[in-house]
């Protein structure tokens, strides 16, 4: 496995519910991003990790939102009380490091769909 | 602040003809600048990149942009379509130093006519 790696690929639940949105990151790479992508629109950039702490949360729409990677590899997209307007493909990235030229390299996105 | 700004929502353009997907930047900073491209149902995949070193950028597929600072685009071309280049294109800007958080353009889909 050399790439970027989400799941579920899809996750369809209920408005009110909480979920959880995986990314295993390319082994190695220090920082991880989560974006997400609304239909017809360019990702937008949510949070980002330099090793396990978040180092720019800026882009969470509200505190229903919240990401962890407690052991710097594996992060965990967290969304309590889902609204209709959450349904988006959720896209995770890694790179090598922060603040250097690295590529960030996307995984396929995890499609969410909030009823 | 950042942004980028994708003058096309759609770009047609039949097999070997060239391709001209256009871009404008703003940045408070020096920008580095991206092409990714999205296929259907794959991942995103970085076509090119500049980071503040040549103005003229080579990215793969044949795919090529030039940063002009004076008019603040960055566009995207490439000599002759192929099929397999039908995708959505976004062009990208970073403020620092090319690896923190991205804006993304709203896209543009280029549509290859056989």
Not at chain 2, 47 to 59: D, F, I, M, Q, R
Request: with cysteine; hydrophobic share 30%; charged share 20%.
């Amino acid at each position: 496995g050399a790439g970027v790696s989400q799941t579920p690929s899809n996750k369809v639940t209920e408005k009110g519910k909480y979920v959880e949105l995986r990314c295993d990151p390319i082994s190695g790479h220090t920082a991880l991003y989560w974006y997400r992508q609304s239909l017809g629109q360019g990702p937008e950039f949510l949070i980002y990790f330099q090793g396990t702490g978040a180092a720019d949360d800026s882009g969470l729409p509200n505190d229903r939102f919240f990401a962890v990677r407690p052991e710097g590899s594996v992060s965990t997209l967290k969304i309590q009380r889902t609204e209709r307007g959450d349904s988006a493909v959720y896209l995770c990235a890694s790179s090598l490091m922060v603040g250097g030229r690295d590529e960030q390299f996307f995984g396929p996105g995890t499609r969410l769909t909030v009823l | 602040a950042q942004s980028v700004t994708q003058l096309d929502s759609h770009v047609s353009v039949s097999e070997g003809t060239p391709v001209l997907l256009r871009c404008n930047y703003s940045s408070s900073y020096s920008p580095s600048l991206f092409w990714y491209v999205q296929h259907p149902n794959k991942g995103l995949q970085l076509l090119l990149k500049y980071t503040s070193a040549a103005t003229l950028v080579k990215g793969i597929n044949g795919f090529e942009a030039e940063f002009k600072k004076s008019e603040t685009s960055f566009h995207l071309t490439k000599p002759s379509a192929h099929m397999s280049d039908a995708a959505e294109y976004f062009c990208v800007v970073s403020d620092r130093n090319g690896n923190e958080k991205l804006t993304f353009g709203t896209g543009t889909r280029l549509t290859i006519i056989p």
